[in-house]
């Protein structure tokens, strides 16, 4: 292009000279009277459009020259006739159309340089009348829309790019007249056919007396931008509906513990986000709260997975349990940017648990009223021995009393020893009556271990004396603390006591002993092992020995050994067993040691 005008220009000066050399010879030759030089203006005219303020100036000077030359050429022998005012005419008229010429050209430039500016823009820019015709085009409008410069003046914008409002058309006019400008959005079509979304502001330009003269219109391309948007707008759609389908109640939540968003299903609870404050805090159960604010505590500090169970408060005011877990998400500071998490009804499951521990519960106890129900005879001369004590310390203290004068220091010894049995057979009522108790499934607390081995043997021990079964008890940790439920762990000792008498019982020559020891294991665990010189337990049935309702004997109810285990791993510890047959069995509790 730049070639073609090269050529074009080099034309237009080549005719310029020949038109020049035509005056030159017609002022020269002809003497027609007529200024002839005056015709020098056009060839001024001519340079002056397309040529540069030096060009025409260079061009005007030549004219001069060659009018004053030929003019002294012609009338060198009378140089102050007519000729002379003609020749003066001549040269005024080519000076002044030079000095209009380079004057006009300096304003073309000025405005060149402007749209020379212009066309650095890389957005679209064109000036447009007010009826729509394109007056200007920039190169950034070339190459956006595929159309040149020369093809777009005088089209109508509209039409040329198909321009599709997403308000109408007299509305952006309406807002461009009174406020001078518009922005908004556009759809157009390029010259290939393809559409284009635009970000596009008006500006009025207005003439000297404030009348709407043209538009300028800045267009830039948007449509990257757009499709973007409209794919996140899929993305968020898409991840709403995944969201909404997960069969668990999704919550995310800000740093400061703000809820920002809940999926659909909460509405099944009865609760929306203006519903809880916009804290799910608010719904915690009071009971559950200070665990609550305390694993957030740490999830602040530590920003790692959290997981816990409570029970929050639904719409109809009702509690449900739910498991929570959350997971923070980081940014690339490593900072915590926000919390996602789901909560999942487990209120059914609840439920059964505790039905099925109460269960437990309620079997457990059954098996205690059984065993106490073999110690009865036992339990009844405990507690006979010490009222028959109370009987004779009584009657020998009347006695004491009728003497004249009474032996008031012998009634008083007699009374003390009175109180002291009464005493000790409230004290075997009172382990009897703990052990029958229907308690609730769990009750911890922290019980020390050696009271715990004692407590138990005294409710066994005459039992086993009964049968001239000796026990040996061997406390190496005296002060080690468990943390558990003290009729559960009894009722753990006991059955394994009873079952350790029974072996033994069956044993018609040789020794009968039972040997309960309690030791710390290497991890510091708590180690209560109950050993008896009993038959043993064949390997056939070791396998089957916790479970329930496994039995060898007559009127067994092969319950005992399956409630100590539930009962142990209750406690988070493990009973195990050791046994050869004909060499005993021994019992083996491991229960995590309490400092406390
Ligand atoms: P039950 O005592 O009602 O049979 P348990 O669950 O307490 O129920 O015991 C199950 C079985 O384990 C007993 O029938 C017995 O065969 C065996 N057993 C338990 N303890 C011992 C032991 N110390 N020595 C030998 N066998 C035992």
């Known amino acids: 292009m730049e070639l073609g005008l090269g050529k074009h220009r080099f034309l237009t000066c080549f005719l310029i000279f020949l038109y020049v050399a035509f005056v030159f010879y017609l002022d020269n030759l002809s003497d027609s009277g007529m200024a002839v030089a ?80 212009l066309n650095l823009s890389n957005d679209a820019i064109f000036v447009r009348d007010l009826e729509g015709a394109i007056q200007f085009w920039n190169r950034g409008a070339e190459k956006l829309y595929g159309y040149r410069s020369y093809e777009a003046i005088n089209a109508v914008s509209a039409e040329l790019l198909n321009t599709k409002f997403d308000v109408r058309h007299a509305e952006a006019m309406a807002c461009l007249v009174e406020t001078g400008r518009w922005e908004g959005e556009l759809v157009q079509t390029k010259r290939d056919g393809s559409q284009l979304t635009v970000a596009s502001r008006w500006s009025l330009s207005r003439d000297e007396r404030g009348r709407p003269r043209a538009i300028l219109e800045t267009n830039t391309d948007i449509s990257e931008r757009k499709r973007t948007e409209v794919k996140l707008q899929e993305q968020e759609r898409e991840r709403r509906v995944i969201l909404n389908t997960v069969p668990a109640f999704v919550w995310t939540n800000l740093t400061d513990g703000t809820v920002d968003y809940l999926n659909e299903r909460w509405t099944e609870l009865g609760i929306d986000l203006s519903g809880i404050s916009r804290r799910l805090e608010n719904l915690i159960h009071p009971s559950d709260l200070p665990r609550w604010r305390d694993l957030w505590a740490q999830a602040e500090q530590s920003a790692e997975m959290i997981e816990t169970e409570c029970r929050l408060k639904t719409g109809s005011g009702v509690y449900r349990w739910m498991l929570m877990r959350g997971s923070p998400l980081m940014s690339n500071a490593g900072e915590v940017v926000r919390w996602y998490g789901v909560m999942n009804d487990i209120d059914a499951l609840r439920q059964t648990e505790e039905a099925l521990q109460q269960a437990h519960a309620d079997l457990a106890h059954a098996t205690r009223v059984a065993t106490l129900g073999e110690l009865v005879a036992s339990i009844a001369h405990e507690v006979n021995q010490p009222l028959g004590a109370v009987v004779t310390n009584g009657e020998a203290a009347l006695r004491w009393l009728h003497r004249t004068p009474p032996e008031i220091s012998e009634v008083r010894d007699g009374l003390d020893r009175v109180i002291a049995e009464g005493q000790r057979a409230s004290e075997v009522v009172r382990r009897l009556l703990s052990l029958s108790k229907k308690g609730v499934p769990l009750n911890k607390s922290v019980l020390n271990c050696a009271e715990l081995i004692t407590e138990s043997l005294a409710l066994v021990q005459r039992e086993l004396m009964r049968h001239d079964i000796a026990v040996d008890v061997d406390i190496s940790a005296p002060d080690v603390k468990v943390r558990g439920d003290k009729i559960q762990l009894q009722q753990v000792l006991i059955n394994l006591l009873m079952n350790a008498h029974h072996a033994v019982l069956e044993v018609q020559n040789g020794a009968r002993n039972i040997r309960i020891s309690l030791k710390l294991s290497v991890t510091s665990d708590v ?14 049935h070791q396998e089957r020995l916790f479970t329930t309702f496994f039995t060898t004997k007559r009127n067994g109810l092969g319950m005992g050994l399956s409630i100590c285990r539930s009962i142990i791993s209750a406690h988070g510890g493990r009973i195990s067993l050791q046994s050869e047959e004909g060499e005993g069995a021994i019992f083996t509790i491991e229960l995590p040691a309490c400092s406390t």
């Open 38 to 117: 005056v015709m020098y203006v056009i060839a001024v005219l001519l340079a002056s459009g397309f040529a540069s303020a030096n060009v025409i100036r260079a061009t005007g000077t030549v004219c001069v020259v060659l009018t004053v030359s030929a003019f002294v050429w012609g009338h060198y022998d009378d140089l102050f006739d007519d000729s002379l005012a003609r020749c003066i005419f001549s040269v005024a008229a080519i000076a002044i159309t030079t000095v209009l010429a380079v004057r006009n050209q300096r304003g073309t430039d000025v405005l060149a340089q402007r749209a020379g500016l």
């Open 527 to 540: 180690l209560i092992v109950v050993q008896d010189s009993g038959h043993g337990i064949c390997r056939k």
